[in-house]
């Protein structure tokens, strides 16, 4: 059975604070109140996660950024066809259009959590700022977990 809300955390372990989308998954698991949600973990999105958003009523992408002024954005994100679109890994709105291409339906609700990043050096852990941000981060998702309500998260938007 589908569990009606999916999370996928991407980004690379190995470097720095693109570890965060993992690191915030890896958090969730550890928590026991999360009979209804699904997590994903990977590297990059690719075109074989769009069949993961079948059957979900939320979706939350988290991920680290240098493209965010905020330290921590929380958006509602559609479909889109970007610069990714034809490359090997996807951004989040990318991924959505594929699930609309293949399967003619809108995508469900989807969320994009992007914490603002600083260092990507190989080997290297979290920033002291991302640390930071981390916990500001875990707070906030449990929070949204606790309502997994369309409505709710979309009053939680921040940029």
Known sequence: ?????LILGFGNPSRGDDAVGPLLTEFLAQQ????????????????EHALDLQNRQLVLFM???????????FQRIRPAKDSSYSSHALSPVALLDVYHTITGQQPPPSFLLTLKAEQFELGSGLSA???????TACEFVTQ????PQLQVWQQRAIH
């Open 1 to 5: 059975m589908t569990k009606p809300v």
């Open 32 to 47: 026991s109140a999360l009979s209804g949600v699904e997590l994903i973990t990977d590297f990059q999105l690719q075109i």
């Open 63 to 73: 991920d680290a950024s240098v493209n965010t002024v905020a330290e921590l954005c």
């Open 129 to 135: 700022a991302m640390q930071n941000r981390f916990q």
């Open 144 to 147: 949204l977990l606790g309502q």
